[in-house]
């Protein structure tokens, strides 16, 4: 049973626009969220993450938002460059075995492509 | 500061060998983790050192897969003997501390592959 999803595969985006990625999930006991970029060949980096008692938090050109009430998060990139053509992971952290450690759940990843 | 190193990037063994993966964390970083990636789906814990110690080893798949970590330096993850659902990409990644929302920093994974 999937508790993070990334519905969108793929998405495809004009230099300059604004890129939309989502994320859904399922367990309200996450305490946060997180978005990791990962380039062919490498791990994935950490980007950007949210509390679950915020609704927005913002860095840069890139900014995440909460709904709690709706299980969905969202991750903004504007301006969108090329640069930025990478998989992005959303994950959510929380505690679930008795051992006590986080641990992340990561959805499928979206491929993110920008178009010059 | 060096980032998070694994070894081998890549490995292909044959279904009933063994194969050794090594993580060094980034120096300073009491826990370490690993995260496997099966071919299309997605990054999974297995398990979580503090230290020398673990932590939490409850995403480990089955007792074919063993974890260590010598001193509380490098880590190993030995899956004896491979099967073929075994293959995929294993990362490591490590911090300073245990909380989700800083945000580990991974390594760039041993890709396995076993046939």
């Known amino acids: 049973d999937q508790q993070v999803k990334q519905n969108s595969p793929s998405l495809s985006v004009q230099e300059g626009r604004i890129s939309i990625l989502n994320c859904d999930y399922t367990?309200?006991?996450?305490?946060?969220f997180l978005w990791y970029k990962k380039y062919p060949a490498e791990g994935p980096t950490f980007l950007i993450s949210i509390s679950s008692i915020k609704d927005k938090n913002e860095d840069g050109r890139f900014t995440v938002f909460l709904n709690k009430s709706a299980k969905h998060l969202s991750l903004h990139i504007v301006p969108s460059q090329p640069g930025d053509s990478a998989v992005y992971f959303c994950?959510?952290?929380?505690?679930?075995?008795?051992?006590?450690?986080?641990?992340?759940?990561f959805g499928k990843g979206t491929k993110l492509s920008v178009i010059p | 500061e060096a980032g998070v190193t694994q070894f081998p990037s890549h490995s292909v063994i044959e279904k009933g060998q063994t194969v050794t993966l090594r993580c060094d964390p980034i120096?300073?970083?009491?826990?370490l983790y690993w995260y496997r990636r099966v071919m299309g789906k997605e990054i999974k814990f297995l398990l979580h050192?503090?230290?020398?110690?673990?932590?939490?080893e409850s995403g480990m798949p089955n007792n074919r897969f063993l974890a260590e970590r010598t001193g509380g330096t490098y880590s190993t993850l030995k899956v004896q003997p491979a099967e073929l659902e075994d293959s995929g990409v294993y990362f490591c990644?490590?911090?300073?501390?245990?909380?989700?929302?800083?945000?580990?920093?991974f390594g760039s994974g041993t890709r396995l592959t076993v046939v």
């Open positions: 120096s300073g970083h009491d826990n």
């Open positions: 367990n309200s006991m996450f305490d946060y």
């Open positions: 990644a490590s911090s300073q501390v245990d909380r989700g929302r800083y945000g580990y920093t």
């Open positions: 050192f503090v230290k020398e110690s673990k932590q939490d």
């Open positions: 994950a959510a952290s929380g505690i679930w075995s008795g051992a006590g450690s986080y641990q992340l759940t």
